[in-house]
């Protein structure tokens, strides 16, 4: 874990200056590359062992696939996030969505670079997860799109960036719903928007957290839909996989 740190805070470096920015974790003032005050980043888990091969989970067994990729239809190509979605980097994305705290996608799109830049991917479009028009009324911002942007900032890539999925229904939150609901929940919420250009195109999708999935699988079906080659996932977090079973089998 300390290797690792070392090793972030060398690439993370590279990129950018010293962010004197709050702690993710606690709120505290912090002047350097990760964003984090010591003592909230010993609570952070980076999602940097064995991952599921298609959709970036950490997997602790044996299996190249988590359960999910082994029995779903899944339509994105693959998928990636720096983070488990757990502890400092859980209450960061609340935080991010819920307390008006969009800053914090500054620091959180940097990681998000780190991941893209770690992983090789190779994209001709940058889009994020769309908010349907009601939700984004009452938040006033959509957290993915600030990560998109700023991660296009990051890279100078502004021009990569569109708008591509539109959400047409508000839906139930994910988190509230049995595995079988869930997946029938999000189906036909998502169309393509009016001004998209993904025809032959493999396009980078940007979202906050991946638990089920089940959001980034509609909107890459909508973009597989409409010609896009490859649809590659990005978030800044995805939930381990035990930790899904365990939530389910308790529903
Ligand atoms: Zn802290
Ligand atoms: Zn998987």
Same mark, same amino acid.
């Given at each position: 874990m300390?290797?690792?740190?070392?090793?972030?805070?060398?690439r993370l470096a590279k990129v950018f200056a010293p962010v004197d920015c709050r702690c993710l974790g606690c709120g505290?003032? &912090? @002047?350097?590359?990760l964003g984090f005050c010591p003592d909230c980043l010993k609570r952070v888990t980076f999602n940097n062992g064995k991952i599921c091969k298609r959709c970036g989970v950490a997997l %602790?067994?044996?299996?190249?696939?988590?359960?999910?990729?082994? @029995? %779903?239809k899944i339509y994105f190509d693959r998928a990636f996030s720096p983070f488990c979605? %757990?502890?400092?980097?859980?209450?960061?994305i609340v935080a991010m969505k819920f307390n008006n705290l969009g800053a914090y996608?500054? &620091?959180l799109a940097r990681y998000l670079v780190f991941e893209a830049q770690r992983r090789h991917l190779v994209f001709d479009v940058v889009? @994020?997860?769309?908010?349907?028009?009601?939700?984004?009324?009452?938040?006033?911002?959509?957290?993915?799109?600030?990560?998109?942007?700023? @991660?296009?900032?990051?890279?100078?890539?502004?021009?990569?960036l569109?708008?591509?999925?539109?959400?047409?229904?508000? +839906?139930v939150p994910q988190e509230r719903l049995s595995r079988t609901e869930r997946k029938t929940n999000l189906v036909g919420s998502y169309r393509l928007h009016p001004k998209a250009d993904v025809k032959n195109k493999s396009v980078l999708l940007i979202?906050? &957290?991946? +638990?089920?999935?089940?959001? &980034?699988?509609e909107c890459a079906k909508v973009l597989k839909n409409h010609g896009a080659t490859q649809v590659v996932a990005l978030t800044v977090a995805s939930r381990k996989e035990n930790f899904i079973f365990e939530q389910e089998e308790s529903v």
């Amino acid at each position: 874990m300390i290797r690792w740190i070392s090793d972030l805070r060398r690439r993370l470096a590279k990129v950018f200056a010293p962010v004197d920015c709050r702690c993710l974790g606690c709120g505290r003032d &912090v @002047f350097d590359e990760l964003g984090f005050c010591p003592d909230c980043l010993k609570r952070v888990t980076f999602n940097n062992g064995k991952i599921c091969k298609r959709c970036g989970v950490a997997l %602790d067994g044996d299996e190249d696939y988590c359960g999910n990729c082994a @029995f %779903d239809k899944i339509y994105f190509d693959r998928a990636f996030s720096p983070f488990c979605y %757990d502890g400092v980097i859980r209450e960061a994305i609340v935080a991010m969505k819920f307390n008006n705290l969009g800053a914090y996608a500054d &620091v959180l799109a940097r990681y998000l670079v780190f991941e893209a830049q770690r992983r090789h991917l190779v994209f001709d479009v940058v889009t @994020f997860a769309p908010m349907s028009k009601g939700s984004l009324k009452k938040r006033r911002y959509n957290q993915a799109q600030l990560l998109a942007e700023q @991660f296009c900032d990051i890279l100078d890539i502004r021009d990569k960036l569109q708008e591509t999925i539109v959400k047409i229904r508000d +839906t139930v939150p994910q988190e509230r719903l049995s595995r079988t609901e869930r997946k029938t929940n999000l189906v036909g919420s998502y169309r393509l928007h009016p001004k998209a250009d993904v025809k032959n195109k493999s396009v980078l999708l940007i979202d906050d &957290v991946k +638990t089920t999935g089940a959001t &980034v699988n509609e909107c890459a079906k909508v973009l597989k839909n409409h010609g896009a080659t490859q649809v590659v996932a990005l978030t800044v977090a995805s939930r381990k996989e035990n930790f899904i079973f365990e939530q389910e089998e308790s529903v």
